[in-house]
């Protein structure tokens, strides 16, 4: 079954636009990075089905702790009740931070989970003795952070969110960090962070509640990089000004930039973390909002007007806590190393991959298993919109590799597991379709 149209499924397919004819594939099956259709056709899931898979799909061992799990508690609600699984999936996480918090808050997806730390910061101030209430945030331009309300608020303004911009709460924007293009023109090494001098002046007049960064990447909206620097400086203004500082880690996290997580990559502790996506290995939605003691301590009252009332009725799903648990397992068995592995030979084909295609790309980047670029088209108004990226989406489908592109930056991000053939195929199809973009007479 193949529906050519959005509009002839019963399921709202989302991120799609309705009326604009589109293949919808009919994926009937999965296995490590492949995902097979209804006729047969076997794909490479190139961004690991919007990065949750990263030890590829229904990796064994992954399957069997399900199983297990299933032997003997599905689920109830944690609310009054504590189980096995969310324990020792808690204790694995504060361990992989290595310590830097001191309690797991529980959610179903990213969108969540950063909503969690943006209620927490504004009720910390509140439950702090001697504290006015704060409640503004700082953001930043190319940030996406889920499509809540609240996530959406604190995400840049854009096409995703325009129409909704009536709804904001007070945050105050800053462009957003860009050590590929500083439009200072300065190099990581030689800068003295100029692209915070405005947030320095607003953090330093005003009472922000927190900053909210992904860091190290901003991705879903561009793939952008920057320099570990921003996060010491935003740490120092944090600290400086008594503002929390939130890490948005869905992305980032769970290995993708070769440590756990990009707050160690970085050597900046954040006061929030946020993290979803890999945790399951994309089997069952599964968020945490990682709550220092600090925080925590100004939670712990009789007084119930200081307590958290917070909770969503799948929170701690005991079935996804102990895939949690066995995936965080793997990461530190051999997720890391293979991440590592994984980026050596990202940097190799990124190396012969600029070669071939000249001066026809821009931007070409690797951290971590992120290996983007951006196709040489003018940039449309709304970047996402940009009707180039559905074009070279739609022509790698001739190669049956499955990809996202962000208009016109194109990324691959690997299940870590992914083989040296698949690889090389991604590749062999990117270079095949955009330089017969160039000279399509000769391919
Ligand atoms: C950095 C970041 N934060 C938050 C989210 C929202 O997560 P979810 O889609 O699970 O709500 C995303 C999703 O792509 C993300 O990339």
């Not at 690997?414 to 590749?427: N, R, V, W």
């Amino acid at each position: 079954m193949r529906n050519e149209n959005p509009v002839n499924t019963y399921t709202w397919v989302p991120l799609t636009i309705q009326d604009e004819s589109e293949t919808l594939l009919n994926i009937v099956s999965a296995e490590k990075e492949f995902v097979t259709d209804s006729d047969g056709n076997v794909w490479i899931d190139a961004i690991s089905s919007w990065w949750t898979m990263i030890f590829g799909h229904r990796h064994p061992r992954l399957l069997l702790a399900l199983q297990n799990q299933l032997q003997s508690l599905d689920h109830v609600m944690l609310a009054g009740n504590i189980h096995e699984p969310a324990e020792n999936l808690s204790k694995a996480i504060l361990d992989l931070t290595e310590s830097n918090f001191a309690k797991v808050f529980y959610s179903d997806n990213g969108s969540n989970a950063i909503e969690i730390s943006l209620k927490l910061a504004i009720q910390y101030y509140q439950n702090l003795p001697n504290s006015k209430p704060r409640s503004e945030f700082l953001v930043f331009s190319n940030s996406y952070h889920g499509d809540s309300i609240g996530a959406m608020n604190v995400s840049g303004q854009n096409y995703f969110n325009r129409i909704f911009s009536e709804l904001r709460f007070p945050t105050k924007e800053f462009p957003a960090p860009n050590c590929m293009n500083c439009p200072w023109g300065k190099k990581p090494d030689h800068c003295s962070t100029e692209c915070l001098s405005d947030l320095e002046l607003a953090i330093k007049q005003k009472d922000f509640a927190g900053i909210v960064i992904e860091p190290l990447v901003f991705g879903a909206n561009g793939m952008l990089f920057y320099d570990k620097k921003v996060l010491v400086k935003l740490r120092e203004l944090a600290t400086y000004t008594g503002t929390l500082l939130i890490f948005d880690e869905v992305f980032t996290g769970m290995g993708k930039l070769g440590e756990p997580f990009a707050f160690q990559k970085a050597g900046v502790v954040p006061d929030l973390l946020v993290f979803a996506k890999g945790l399951t290995g994309g089997i069952l939605p599964l968020a945490c909002t990682l709550v220092p003691k600090f925080i925590y301590e100004t939670f712990r009252s009789k007084d119930p007007y200081k307590a958290f009332f917070h909770a969503h009725t799948m929170t701690g799903n005991a079935l996804a806590c102990s895939l949690g648990y066995e995936a965080i397992t793997m990461l530190n068995e051999f997720g890391l190393t293979q991440v590592k592995e994984l980026e050596k030979k990202l940097k190799q084909y990124a190396e012969s991959f600029q070669k071939k295609m000249g001066n026809s790309i821009e931007n070409v980047r690797v951290m971590g298993g992120i290996f983007a670029f951006e196709w040489k088209e003018p940039v449309a108004n709304d970047e996402y919109l940009n009707p180039i990226g559905k074009q070279i989406r739609n022509s790698l489908r001739k190669f049956l590799i499955l990809l996202r592109p962000l208009g016109r930056t194109i990324y691959i991000t690997p299940p870590y597991t992914i083989s040296d053939a698949s690889l090389e195929k991604i590749f062999f199809a990117l270079e095949t379709t955009l330089l017969g973009f160039l000279e399509p007479e000769k391919y």
